[in-house]
């Protein structure tokens, strides 16, 4: 791995890796290379050299601007880009649930898991203090650092090769993550694949979707959808749910939702009476 090493004056030394290893991991190479290494210099790097720059005829190396007003844009293209994909992606959802489910992908706590993916920390530009203190491995400035990024891509090359990134490298992974572990960890799911799921684990068919009833004029239609869930193998009762909405799809998943939440309770009241003491007699008996 190359590593740089950037004068600030005596005794003061900043190492950092070559950042053209991290253009291969964004998937972009950039035109404007001063954004790049903008991103990646925290303020303490541009403090100490600003204050060397001062007091020598020869300016410290590397003295740029520091990453903070470009984590600033950063967050906003950010925000708008998985805005708009939740919006593309959930025309079910309510504003409260995309407003969630966005807040959620965009904080911090989910953003370092892409900033440690990318190894951001080894390319930043800290000033002696912060190096010292371990600033390459704390949680904030590495999605601060992030955030800078997706901005300095942004002012690179526009708002297309910024979304290609966003989408690959923090959307998509979060929402396979919900997919896999948030039916209690995240309140905003897919009905539907829940209630497929759940469906299949008590040995029942398929459910099945008819729309009963399209009411209202074209431009604010209103469509009611029943969900009909057969007889399990078990002997469990079959039920229908129906409910409205003003897509086809907003209603399919109100629909799933109640069969989803009507099974679950059916599920949890069949195992809490297999575990009543009547049941453990009867089974000893």
Do not use: W
């Amino acid at each position: 791995m190359s590593v740089h090493r950037v004068k600030l004056g005596p005794g003061m030394i900043s190492h950092f890796a070559d950042p053209s290893q991290l253009e291969q991991s964004l998937g972009h190479t950039f035109s404007r290379r001063e954004l790049l290494e903008q991103a990646l210099t925290h303020s303490s790097f541009a403090r100490e050299a600003e204050a060397q720059a001062s007091t020598e005829a020869e300016p410290a190396q590397g003295a740029r601007g520091d990453n903070e007003q470009l984590e600033f844009l950063g967050d906003a293209v950010l925000s708008f880009v998985i805005s708009q994909e939740l919006f593309r992606r959930f025309p079910e959802y309510q504003e409260g649930e995309l407003s969630k489910l966005r807040a959620h992908i965009v904080s911090a706590r989910e953003l370092i898991r892409p900033a440690r993916q990318l190894e951001i920390g080894k390319y930043l530009r800290f000033g002696k203090g912060e190096e010292k203190s371990g600033g390459r491995g704390k949680s904030a400035l590495l999605v601060n650092a992030l955030e800078a990024l997706i901005a300095a891509i942004f002012l690179d090359a526009g708002i297309e090769p910024a979304h290609h990134f966003i989408v690959r490298t923090i959307l998509e992974p979060e929402l396979e993550n919900l997919n896999k572990l948030g039916r209690e960890r995240f309140p905003v799911m897919d009905y539907k694949s829940a209630l497929q799921e759940a469906v299949h684990v008590s040995g029942r068919p398929q459910p099945r979707y008819v729309i009963v009833r399209e009411e209202g004029p074209e431009h604010r239609k209103t469509f009611t959808v029943e969900v009909h869930v057969a007889d399990s193998s078990e002997g469990d009762a079959g039920f229908v749910c129906r409910a409205e909405g003003y897509t086809k799809k907003q209603a399919q998943q109100r629909a799933a939702q109640q069969a989803f939440e009507r099974l679950q309770l059916t599920e949890r009241g069949s195992a809490a009476e297999a575990s009543s003491p009547r049941a453990e007699s009867l089974r000893q008996a």
